[in-house]
């Protein structure tokens, strides 16, 4: 509850002074990027799937909090590690689902609580802004504008690569010379779009892929920028994650 809370708070170098009041009368409750992203990163690291068996108030504030930084943090290491967070919530999420399903006495195993992840994931608005978070996901394309030195700091960029390892569950997905030799496509990202359209339901997941195929369409199509390159592979990811759910549902 107390890492979450500082999830929740404002962050400090964006908080403005008033005319009445001072810039530390005004950044009182508030807390600098860092520490947020330190204490996303341990949320990450504490929850496991006997958090979303017991289904209390702190999952709820975990998923809420989760897709609010993804939604809010655009192209900021936050929105990143919050991608890692709903990785490995939706895998310890279809973990609990396989075992429920694997054993034939399930009237003491209780099934977690998915209905935040539906209810978000049947919203147009939240699809496009985890398509968008998995644009950021990608190193930048350096053959665009001359490139420039790392953007943050190696700590950072630790946590970033802690946390997306958790993208998406150690399955033996379909793997091709594509998966091995780019250096761009990101297989995770197909799997997390796969895990997410498994653990919403056959209902949900006609509806959101509705939804994100929309989305990769106009990605293949962006113009020429800098982010061009990252959009279109993100296009391939969406589809391929789709497209392997769908294949399993058929």
Same mark, same amino acid.
């Given at each position: 509850a107390f890492l979450l809370s500082i999830l929740q708070m404002r962050e400090g170098n964006n908080v403005t002074a008033g005319p009445d009041k001072n810039s530390d009368d005004n950044? &009182?409750? &508030?807390m600098h990027w860092r520490d947020r992203l330190v204490a996303a990163w341990f949320v990450l690291q504490f929850i496991d799937e006997r958090d979303l068996m017991v289904g209390d108030e702190i999952v709820s504030q975990v998923w809420s909090t989760c897709f609010k930084l993804i939604e809010e943090e655009q192209g900021q290491p936050l929105q990143r590690v919050s991608l890692g967070l709903l990785g490995r919530l939706v895998s310890l999420a279809l973990v609990d689902m396989s075992q429920m399903s694997d054993r034939g006495?399930?009237?003491?195993l209780k099934c977690p609580d998915l209905s935040a992840l539906c209810a978000m994931f049947q919203q147009e608005t939240f699809c496009r802004a985890f398509g968008n978070a998995l644009v950021f996901d990608h190193r930048e394309d350096s053959s665009v504008g001359g490139g420039h030195s790392a953007q943050w700091?190696?700590?950072v960029e630790e946590i970033i690569r802690d946390a997306t390892s958790n993208l998406s569950r150690r399955t033996l997905f379909p793997f091709n010379r594509i998966s091995q030799k780019s250096r761009t496509f990101k297989l995770q990202?197909?799997?997390l779009v796969e895990s997410i359209l498994l653990a919403i339901g056959h209902d949900n997941a006609k509806a959101t892929s509705h939804f994100l195929l929309g989305q990769a369409k106009?990605?293949?199509a962006s113009p020429p920028s800098e982010d061009q390159r990252n959009q279109q592979v993100t296009s391939a990811e969406i589809f391929a994650g789709c497209t392997r759910a769908l294949i399993q549902y058929s």
């Open positions: 950044d &009182a409750g &508030a006495n399930t009237k003491e700091s190696s700590g990202h197909s799997q106009e990605l293949v």
